[in-house]
């Protein structure tokens, strides 16, 4: 019932995801915060069921900051998203975290990556990707439009792209979504543009 | 009663000395020479192998050198047995490491690992010390290449060139003099074999494991433990240089 999406581009990688939170046919709020900032380079866009997408996530950002502590350095995205796997296989076989999660991040030297997991631990390095129901509207889009070394205002139409089919076509209504974007500069919040309806609708 | 504060490792004297930690730095101190360089594009590290007799088997691999992953190796002083323990310790938490993380372990993380192994035996009781030192070499995208002397006691440090074991003290005092952070790593291994050529009295190529860590271009690390015959070739060079500075000397010193 709820749509993260991801993008790499050149130099940057976007997570974006709608802000409603809801069980059953019921709506709770509409500002919902999915992106979880785990340090200074590293988004984790979630979806799944709310109280396991906390846990998870919390549990992911903490050991993440010890990890730095501890050692003096940061886990690089790669190490991120092995250390996301590995215990989401570990938790697998115990009582599985029911969230799907997109790991966006910058490291020097590396540039941007862009991880799709979801919750049988499942983990791939891609250039764009989506959780939820709203895939069945969005990855189209982004099989067309997604090309090599993309710059920023591209990846971001192709975003509020994938926003206006949601907002047209999905039965479900998602009327805010929440982008972020991290790149050599850090991390930065967008608002959403006001997206450009479908004609014909 | 000074016995009283032998016995046990873990009781620190009136002094406030742990001696059988300090015993286990000496017993190192008679062990063979090791020596480790960083050079500008490479790690060098050369070690005295025990003297044996001929009738002995000569073993398969270095005993001196051990590859601990495919980033870091480390050559040995002291106790080999208890190096061995130490040595499976650092390759199963390298291992591990790689298995949580998809990455290799940074070198002085590893480093770390095995100094609180160590440690651990200078604090509880009823067990001796590691009897060992050792010299490690790594690279790792962090801090590029990196060189660490650990003790018994479990302290460690990093080292830019250092000696240890039996006359690291004049070894030292040599790195001192002549080493310079601009050197390659063929200039590292003649200075290697210069100071085991002074803090050993005969030296010979079968008495000694030269080592070298370096990076190829595509980033992969190469590990080389240097073969007899270049070892023997490298040697007599070192010996022929040796011999005419030392010849040289002595002419300044006839003139003047």
């Not at chain 2, 020479?33 to 088997?57: C, F, H, I, P, S």
Request: aromatic share 8%; hydrophobic share 40%.
């Amino acid at each position: 019932m709820e749509t993260t999406i991801g993008l790499l581009g050149n130099g940057y990688a976007i997570v974006c995801a709608d802000q409603n939170a809801a069980r059953s046919i019921v709506c709770f709020k509409k500002d919902e915060d999915k992106i979880m900032k785990l340090d200074d380079f590293k988004l984790l866009g979630q979806s799944g069921v709310g109280a396991d997408n906390v846990a998870f996530t919390e549990y992911v950002q903490k050991n993440v900051a010890l990890y730095k502590i501890n050692n003096g350095l940061s886990l690089s995205t790669k190490a991120t998203n092995n250390f996301i796997r590995g215990d989401l296989a570990t938790a697998l076989r115990k009582g599985p975290y029911q969230t799907n999660l997109l790991l966006g991040g910058f490291d020097k030297g590396v540039g941007a990556s862009l991880y799709y997991i979801d919750y049988m631990a499942s983990s791939n390095k891609v250039n764009f990707g989506c959780h939820g129901y709203g895939s069945n509207f969005v990855l189209s889009i982004l099989d067309r439009e997604w090309t090599e070394g993309l710059d920023e205002a591209a990846g971001l139409d192709i975003i509020n792209k994938c926003i206006a089919e949601l907002q047209t076509r999905f039965l479900i209504h998602m009327p805010k979504f929440l982008i972020k974007i991290v790149d050599k500069d850090g991390i930065r919040v967008l608002e959403q543009n006001p997206p450009v309806l479908l004609q014909g609708q | 009663m000074a016995r009283r504060y032998d016995r046990n490792v873990t009781t620190f004297s009136p002094e406030g000395r742990l001696h059988q930690v300090e015993y286990a730095v000496e017993a190192i101190n008679n062990a063979g020479t090791a020596v480790g360089l960083l050079a500008t594009d490479g790690v060098v590290m050369a070690g005295e192998k025990q003297k044996v007799t001929k009738l002995l088997e000569p073993p398969k691999s270095s005993e001196k050198i051990y590859k601990l992953d495919d980033h870091v190796a480390c050559v040995v002083a002291g106790l080999t047995a208890d190096a061995n323990i130490l040595i499976n310790e650092a390759r199963v938490a390298s291992q591990r490491y790689t298995y949580q993380y998809g990455e290799a372990i940074p070198v002085e993380q590893l480093v770390e690992k095995v100094c609180n192994h160590k440690q651990l035996y200078t604090q509880y009781g009823g067990q001796r010390p590691f009897g060992v030192k050792f010299l490690f070499a790594g690279y790792d995208d962090h801090f590029g290449y990196q060189l660490y002397l650990s003790d018994p006691s479990g302290n460690y440090s990093g080292w830019k060139a250092t000696c240890m074991g039996q006359n690291a003290n004049s070894g030292q005092s040599l790195l001192k003099n002549e080493y310079d952070e601009t050197m390659d790593a063929a200039a590292c291994v003649k200075l290697s074999l210069k100071v085991l050529n002074k803090t050993m009295e005969s030296l010979s190529a079968e008495s000694i494991d030269l080592f070298a860590l370096k990076r190829k271009d595509d980033g992969s690390l190469v590990h080389t433990v240097y073969p007899h015959d270049v070892v023997t070739k490298l040697l007599d060079e070192v010996k022929a240089e040796q011999e005419a500075a030392d010849a040289e000397k002595e002419k300044l010193a006839v003139s003047s």
